[in-house]
T-cell receptor
Framework: DVKVTQSSRYLVKRTGEKVFLECVQD?????MFWYRQDPGLGLRLIYF???????EKGDIPEGYSVSREKKERFSLILESASTNQTSMYLC?????????????FGQGTRLTVV | LAKTTQPISMDSYEGQEVNITCSHN???????ITWYQQFPSQGPRFIIQ?????VTNEVASLFIPADRKSSTLSLPRVSLSDTAVYYC??????????WGAGTKLIIKP
Protein backbone atom coordinates (compact mmCIF):
# COMPACT_ATOMS: atom_id res chain seq x y z
CA ASP A 1 0.00 0.00 0.00
CA VAL A 2 1.13 3.48 -0.81
CA LYS A 3 1.74 5.43 2.31
CA VAL A 4 2.01 9.16 2.85
CA THR A 5 2.77 9.94 6.46
CA GLN A 6 2.48 13.35 8.07
CA SER A 7 4.44 13.73 11.26
CA SER A 8 1.64 15.10 13.42
CA ARG A 9 -2.14 14.83 13.42
CA TYR A 10 -2.61 17.83 15.70
CA LEU A 11 -0.36 20.76 16.51
CA VAL A 12 -0.85 23.84 18.64
CA LYS A 13 1.66 26.64 18.19
CA ARG A 14 2.00 30.20 19.35
CA THR A 15 1.92 33.24 17.11
CA GLY A 16 5.38 34.02 15.82
CA GLU A 17 6.76 30.51 16.23
CA LYS A 18 8.55 28.76 13.39
CA VAL A 19 6.60 25.64 12.53
CA PHE A 20 7.74 22.57 10.60
CA LEU A 21 5.28 20.13 9.07
CA GLU A 22 6.88 16.96 7.79
CA CYS A 23 5.66 14.57 5.13
CA VAL A 24 7.19 11.27 4.05
CA GLN A 25 6.10 8.99 1.20
CA ASP A 26 7.26 5.44 0.55
CA UNK A 27 6.46 5.01 -3.15
CA UNK A 28 9.43 6.77 -4.72
CA UNK A 29 7.10 9.40 -6.20
CA UNK A 30 8.63 12.35 -7.97
CA UNK A 31 5.85 14.82 -7.20
CA MET A 32 4.86 16.04 -3.77
CA PHE A 33 2.34 18.69 -2.76
CA TRP A 34 1.26 20.72 0.25
CA TYR A 35 -2.32 21.93 0.52
CA ARG A 36 -4.34 23.70 3.13
CA GLN A 37 -7.99 22.91 3.55
CA ASP A 38 -10.51 25.29 5.07
CA PRO A 39 -14.30 24.93 5.35
CA GLY A 40 -16.06 26.05 2.20
CA LEU A 41 -12.81 26.66 0.32
CA GLY A 42 -11.79 23.14 -0.59
CA LEU A 43 -8.12 22.41 -1.14
CA ARG A 44 -5.73 25.20 -1.96
CA LEU A 45 -2.24 24.44 -3.20
CA ILE A 46 0.57 26.05 -1.22
CA TYR A 47 3.69 24.58 -2.84
CA PHE A 48 4.67 21.58 -4.86
CA UNK A 49 7.88 19.84 -5.81
CA UNK A 50 8.58 17.75 -8.90
CA UNK A 51 12.09 16.65 -7.90
CA UNK A 52 14.63 16.80 -5.11
CA UNK A 53 15.59 20.38 -4.30
CA UNK A 54 12.99 21.67 -6.77
CA UNK A 55 9.99 23.65 -5.60
CA GLU A 56 7.26 25.68 -7.20
CA LYS A 57 4.75 28.09 -5.70
CA GLY A 58 1.13 27.14 -5.73
CA ASP A 59 -1.85 29.42 -5.34
CA ILE A 60 -1.24 30.62 -1.77
CA PRO A 61 2.51 30.50 -0.98
CA GLU A 62 2.67 33.66 1.12
CA GLY A 63 3.87 33.00 4.65
CA TYR A 64 5.14 29.51 3.78
CA SER A 65 8.29 27.90 2.50
CA VAL A 66 9.21 24.31 1.69
CA SER A 67 12.19 22.02 1.63
CA ARG A 68 12.85 18.85 -0.30
CA GLU A 69 16.32 17.52 0.42
CA LYS A 70 15.40 13.88 -0.15
CA LYS A 71 12.97 12.37 -2.61
CA GLU A 72 10.75 10.83 0.04
CA ARG A 73 10.46 13.87 2.30
CA PHE A 74 8.75 17.21 1.76
CA SER A 75 8.61 19.76 4.55
CA LEU A 76 6.34 22.75 4.92
CA ILE A 77 7.68 25.62 6.98
CA LEU A 78 5.74 28.46 8.53
CA GLU A 79 8.45 31.04 9.16
CA SER A 80 6.40 33.01 11.69
CA ALA A 81 3.07 31.42 12.45
CA SER A 82 -0.01 33.61 12.49
CA THR A 83 -3.57 32.91 13.57
CA ASN A 84 -4.79 33.02 9.96
CA GLN A 85 -2.64 29.98 9.29
CA THR A 86 -4.83 27.89 11.57
CA SER A 87 -6.01 25.18 9.19
CA MET A 88 -5.87 21.57 8.09
CA TYR A 89 -2.69 20.86 6.12
CA LEU A 90 -2.58 17.98 3.67
CA CYS A 91 0.44 16.48 1.99
CA UNK A 92 0.14 14.44 -1.22
CA UNK A 93 2.44 12.57 -3.55
CA UNK A 94 2.12 11.03 -6.97
CA UNK A 95 4.22 9.44 -9.65
CA UNK A 96 5.30 11.46 -12.66
CA UNK A 97 4.30 9.37 -15.64
CA UNK A 98 3.70 12.24 -18.03
CA UNK A 99 -0.03 12.23 -17.47
CA UNK A 100 -2.45 13.17 -14.72
CA UNK A 101 -2.06 10.38 -12.26
CA UNK A 102 -3.66 9.53 -8.96
CA UNK A 103 -2.45 11.49 -5.95
CA UNK A 104 -2.10 9.86 -2.54
CA PHE A 105 -2.80 11.98 0.51
CA GLY A 106 -1.65 11.86 4.07
CA GLN A 107 -4.05 11.97 7.00
CA GLY A 108 -3.60 15.68 7.49
CA THR A 109 -2.22 17.89 10.23
CA ARG A 110 -4.65 20.14 12.02
CA LEU A 111 -2.66 23.18 13.05
CA THR A 112 -3.96 25.69 15.55
CA VAL A 113 -2.06 28.93 16.03
CA VAL A 114 -2.92 30.77 19.23
CA LEU B 1 -8.19 29.15 -16.27
CA ALA B 2 -10.91 26.60 -15.51
CA LYS B 3 -13.04 27.17 -12.44
CA THR B 4 -14.87 24.24 -10.93
CA THR B 5 -18.30 24.60 -9.36
CA GLN B 6 -20.17 21.85 -7.58
CA PRO B 7 -23.17 21.71 -5.23
CA ILE B 8 -22.39 22.33 -1.60
CA SER B 9 -24.43 19.40 -0.36
CA MET B 10 -26.70 16.58 -1.45
CA ASP B 11 -28.56 13.82 0.28
CA SER B 12 -29.96 10.53 -0.82
CA TYR B 13 -31.05 7.14 0.48
CA GLU B 14 -29.37 3.78 0.66
CA GLY B 15 -29.68 1.78 -2.53
CA GLN B 16 -30.20 4.81 -4.75
CA GLU B 17 -27.95 6.00 -7.55
CA VAL B 18 -26.36 9.36 -6.80
CA ASN B 19 -25.14 11.78 -9.44
CA ILE B 20 -22.94 14.74 -8.54
CA THR B 21 -22.28 17.26 -11.27
CA CYS B 22 -19.30 19.58 -11.53
CA SER B 23 -19.26 22.57 -13.83
CA HIS B 24 -16.00 23.64 -15.47
CA ASN B 25 -16.91 26.02 -18.29
CA UNK B 26 -13.38 27.13 -19.13
CA UNK B 27 -11.79 23.71 -19.28
CA UNK B 28 -8.81 23.60 -21.61
CA UNK B 29 -8.08 21.06 -24.31
CA UNK B 30 -5.46 19.19 -22.30
CA UNK B 31 -7.24 19.25 -18.93
CA UNK B 32 -8.32 16.07 -17.19
CA ILE B 33 -11.15 15.66 -14.68
CA THR B 34 -10.62 13.72 -11.48
CA TRP B 35 -12.87 13.02 -8.52
CA TYR B 36 -11.77 12.40 -4.94
CA GLN B 37 -13.65 11.24 -1.86
CA GLN B 38 -12.86 12.45 1.64
CA PHE B 39 -14.03 11.09 4.98
CA PRO B 40 -13.71 13.13 8.19
CA SER B 41 -10.19 13.24 9.61
CA GLN B 42 -8.71 11.64 6.50
CA GLY B 43 -7.04 12.87 3.37
CA PRO B 44 -8.87 12.71 0.04
CA ARG B 45 -8.85 9.43 -1.84
CA PHE B 46 -8.89 9.01 -5.61
CA ILE B 47 -12.14 7.70 -7.10
CA ILE B 48 -12.00 8.11 -10.85
CA GLN B 49 -10.47 10.14 -13.66
CA UNK B 50 -11.50 10.90 -17.23
CA UNK B 51 -10.91 13.06 -20.26
CA UNK B 52 -14.06 12.55 -22.33
CA UNK B 53 -17.13 10.33 -22.76
CA UNK B 54 -17.57 7.73 -20.05
CA VAL B 55 -15.22 6.02 -17.66
CA THR B 56 -16.25 3.27 -15.28
CA ASN B 57 -14.43 1.45 -12.52
CA GLU B 58 -15.48 -0.82 -9.68
CA VAL B 59 -16.85 2.01 -7.54
CA ALA B 60 -18.12 4.76 -9.84
CA SER B 61 -18.74 6.08 -13.31
CA LEU B 62 -17.75 9.40 -14.74
CA PHE B 63 -19.75 10.98 -17.55
CA ILE B 64 -18.23 13.79 -19.58
CA PRO B 65 -20.25 15.35 -22.42
CA ALA B 66 -18.70 16.26 -25.74
CA ASP B 67 -18.19 19.92 -24.83
CA ARG B 68 -16.46 18.87 -21.55
CA LYS B 69 -17.90 21.87 -19.71
CA SER B 70 -19.26 19.65 -16.99
CA SER B 71 -18.78 16.19 -15.59
CA THR B 72 -20.99 13.90 -13.53
CA LEU B 73 -19.81 11.44 -10.94
CA SER B 74 -22.26 8.58 -10.62
CA LEU B 75 -22.29 6.34 -7.55
CA PRO B 76 -24.46 3.26 -8.06
CA ARG B 77 -26.53 1.88 -5.19
CA VAL B 78 -25.04 3.98 -2.41
CA SER B 79 -24.73 2.82 1.18
CA LEU B 80 -24.30 4.69 4.46
CA SER B 81 -20.54 4.35 4.09
CA ASP B 82 -20.64 6.57 1.00
CA THR B 83 -21.41 9.56 3.22
CA ALA B 84 -18.42 11.81 2.56
CA VAL B 85 -17.27 14.95 0.80
CA TYR B 86 -16.64 14.58 -2.93
CA TYR B 87 -14.23 16.86 -4.76
CA CYS B 88 -14.00 17.59 -8.45
CA UNK B 89 -10.54 18.48 -9.77
CA UNK B 90 -9.65 19.89 -13.17
CA UNK B 91 -6.00 19.39 -13.87
CA UNK B 92 -4.08 20.93 -16.68
CA UNK B 93 -0.54 20.66 -17.83
CA UNK B 94 2.22 22.25 -15.77
CA UNK B 95 0.59 21.32 -12.46
CA UNK B 96 -2.43 23.57 -12.83
CA UNK B 97 -4.82 22.15 -10.27
CA UNK B 98 -8.31 23.61 -9.93
CA TRP B 99 -10.27 22.04 -7.10
CA GLY B 100 -13.96 22.43 -6.49
CA ALA B 101 -15.10 23.39 -2.99
CA GLY B 102 -16.52 19.92 -2.41
CA THR B 103 -19.98 18.36 -2.20
CA LYS B 104 -21.04 16.96 1.13
CA LEU B 105 -23.06 13.84 0.40
CA ILE B 106 -25.26 12.45 3.15
CA ILE B 107 -26.78 9.01 2.72
CA LYS B 108 -29.81 8.23 4.83
CA PRO B 109 -31.07 4.76 5.80
Amino acid sequence: DVKVTQSSRYLVKRTGEKVFLECVQDMDHENMFWYRQDPGLGLRLIYFSYDVKMKEKGDIPEGYSVSREKKERFSLILESASTNQTSMYLCASRADTGGRTEAFFGQGTRLTVV
Amino acid sequence: LAKTTQPISMDSYEGQEVNITCSHNNIATNDYITWYQQFPSQGPRFIIQGYKTKVTNEVASLFIPADRKSSTLSLPRVSLSDTAVYYCLVEGSNYQLIWGAGTKLIIKP
